[in-house]
């Protein structure tokens, strides 16, 4: 099989290339193919692949180009993640918004509006581009903002476009871990939109032990959202939120500190990353060490701000490994072989939940076999977390018009409608000042 790695030249990429290593049965990846538009990143990636591979008789060759056309045809499985206009794009979302008083985080808020309005109209013309050049081929989206971007892909794709996210898999381990059960053994009742969804039960054998959970105060202040959330905070809500929710439930606080850090989370990554990519234009450099040095120091500063914030500490190695390249290539293992499965995942939602259209991506539970995956029937959401889902996604079809026409006034519109942006007036500067930065940005009219 041939995968396509769009954004072929970016950090993670490894992550992905170890796991397929992993991977020994028929029917497996054996063709990778990156694609990127800087060159020298792609050689770069290209380098601590071949440093993973050394050693292993069968492992998947890989070829770097920076032909969008020739990266996909053929392919069965594209992977995007693509990062349109670079960690310096996201350092400038982030400074636009901090500027306003309101957060630039590059998924949620001010700074995920301006990520996806730059996003969609590239991710809608790949998307278009994979239709025509490799029909069969099924997409697997983890661009940010990930339920945004594969709904604007739908549209083209069908449900042939799923978008992954490694934030509820690491929460699902989490509570799991935290309860003496394996995570492969419990089933997660998990719903809500990309970066804003509730863990409300933890099945184990036929039995829900959220509850359990949720009346121990030490076990529940033991991890990493009972010391995120605080344990009042999450008694009340009577369930589990995603990390990212910390940016609604204390956003005067979160703003705050990201104002007050020595650097944004863009910028410290920009400038991290820029070390890696320029220590690897040393021929005799040892990629793979490099690489494996950067990925710590990314993966425990993860949202340290917030941890600050909450009094959280650091956080717990077991944290530190990642996981969405274990959603990836179970997914595909799911699809290619009809080796069924359930993941949580980003899919149309059909009919799971009444408050939403059937086009509406939404992140749940998913059956997949080699039809593709199949959303499970949940209950329905508390008031809370329904107000807010609705919220936002009405924010996001917002910026899905504001990118298919190009307004400007829609684009205001987006901004000022989102639970985190408090002002039309400021709407109005967010957008001004995204404009200026940005030349992406210069369809707007």
Partial sequence: ?????????????????????????????????LHDLDDSRLHAVARVLAEQAAGVSDAPTVTATTD????????????????VGGLQGRADDERVALAEGVLGQETVGAGGIA??????????????????LAPDAWVINFTNPAGLVTEAMSRHLGDRVIGICDSPVGLGRRIARVLGANPQDAWID???????????????????????????????????????????????LGAIPNEYLHYYYFNREAVRAYQQAEKTRGAFLADQQSRFYEEMRDPDAAALTAWDRTRAEREATYMAENRETAGAGERDADDLSGGYEKVALALMRA????????????????STLSVLDGDAVI????LVDANGAHPVAVAPLPDHATGLV??????????????????????????????????????RRLVEGYTAVHPGLGYLK
């Fill in 390 to 427: 609705c919220a936002v996604k009405a924010v996001e079809r917002e910026v899905l018009a504001a990118a298919g026409s190009g307004s400007r006034t829609t684009a205001v519109k987006a901004f000022a409608l989102h639970p985190l942006v408090d002002s039309v007036n400021v709407a």
């Fill in 190 to 236: 998990y719903v809500g939109l990309n970066h804003l969804g509730w863990v409300r039960g933890l099945h184990i054998a036929g039995r829900d032990e959220l509850p359990r959970l949720l009346a121990d105060a030490d076990l529940l202040g033991s991890f990493e959202e009972g010391k995120l959330f605080g344990v009042d905070w999450l008694q009340s």
């Fill in 115 to 132: 990520y996806g309005l730059r996003t969609v109209p590239v991710a809608t013309d790949i998307a278009r581009r994979v239709a025509r």
């Fill in 335 to 350: 699809i290619a072989r009809d080796e069924r499965t359930t993941l949580i995942l980003n899919v149309r939602n059909q």
């Fill in 1 to 33: 099989m041939k995968l396509t790695i769009l954004g072929g030249g970016g950090f993670r990429v490894p992550l992905v290339y170890g796991a397929l290593l992993t991977d020994r049965a028929e029917g497996r990846v054996t063709e990778v193919v």
């Fill in 68 to 83: 969008l056309d020739e990266a996909l045809r053929g392919a069965d499985f594209v992977f995007s993640a693509i990062r």
């Fill in 363 to 366: 992140e749940v539970p998913c």
